[in-house]
């Protein structure tokens, strides 16, 4: 299986500042990388498929950015309700899809 | 609107057994892979079942493989995952979710204990 590393495993920024989330995978995947929100007892939500096509509905200032084994979700100007966990998943080897072991958010 | 409402979770003995079901509806069922995937009490997410849109072709990795059953009836629009052997290690909150790749679509989910 394909394994996402994602690091760091907490990150803490004050609002208005940039932030950016790192997603490794262990063999090049290409673009085949989805990110995920998920607040506090709610449910994962797709904020960016295939490492750069935004989804209808998410903020624009969620943007992401990679391909091969390195991938970045960035968020321009952090605000409170970003607070969340973000995972990265893969979607390279159909249907052995495998996800992150995810990244918290805090606001400083 | 897009909506998926999971139920029938609840606390199962060691091997016991135990069948969620996902109610779709907003869109055309019958035209997507469905999938469940797992957040472990650690926050860890796994994909557990998927199944393809006529459900005709299912996986399952290794961990649930044997024990797990994901089907769909098109005509309810609603997914399956039929559940026996459970172990402690299968205690999570079980989601089902649309898959295109990604998966663009999560119900709120349905939290399976397994304990004695």
């Known amino acids: 299986d394909i394994l996402l590393t994602q690091s760091p495993a907490i990150l803490s920024v004050s609002p208005g500042e940039r932030v950016s989330f790192s997603c490794r995978a262990s063999?090049?995947?290409?673009?085949?990388i989805h990110w995920y929100q998920q607040r506090t007892n709610g449910s994962p939500r797709l904020l960016i498929k295939y490492a750069s096509e935004s989804i209808s509905g998410i903020p624009s200032r969620f943007s992401g950015s990679g391909s091969g084994t390195d991938f970045t979700l960035s968020i321009n100007s952090v605000e409170s309700e970003d607070i969340a966990d973000y995972y990265c998943?893969?979607?390279?080897?159909?249907?052995?899809?495998?996800f992150g072991s995810g990244t918290k958010l805090e606001i400083k | 609107e897009v909506q998926l409402v999971e139920s029938g979770g609840g606390l199962v003995q060691p091997g016991g057994s135990l069948k969620l079901s996902c109610a779709a509806s907003?869109?055309?069922?019958?035209?997507?892979?469905m999938s469940w995937v797992r957040q472990t009490p650690d926050k860890r997410l796994e994909l557990v079942a998927t199944i393809n849109s006529n459900g005709g072709s299912t996986y399952y990795p290794d961990s649930v493989k044997g024990r797990f059953t994901i089907s769909r009836d098109n005509a309810k629009n609603t997914l399956y995952l039929q559940m026996s052997s459970l172990k402690s290690e299968d205690t999570a909150m079980y989601y089902c979710?649309?898959?295109?790749?990604?998966?663009?679509?999560w119900g709120q989910g349905t939290t399976l204990t397994v304990s004695s």
């Open positions: 979710a649309r898959m295109i790749g990604a998966f663009d679509y």
């Open positions: 998943q893969q979607s390279n080897s159909w249907p052995t899809f495998t």
């Open positions: 907003g869109f055309t069922f019958s035209s997507y892979g």
């Open positions: 063999q090049s995947i290409g673009t085949s």
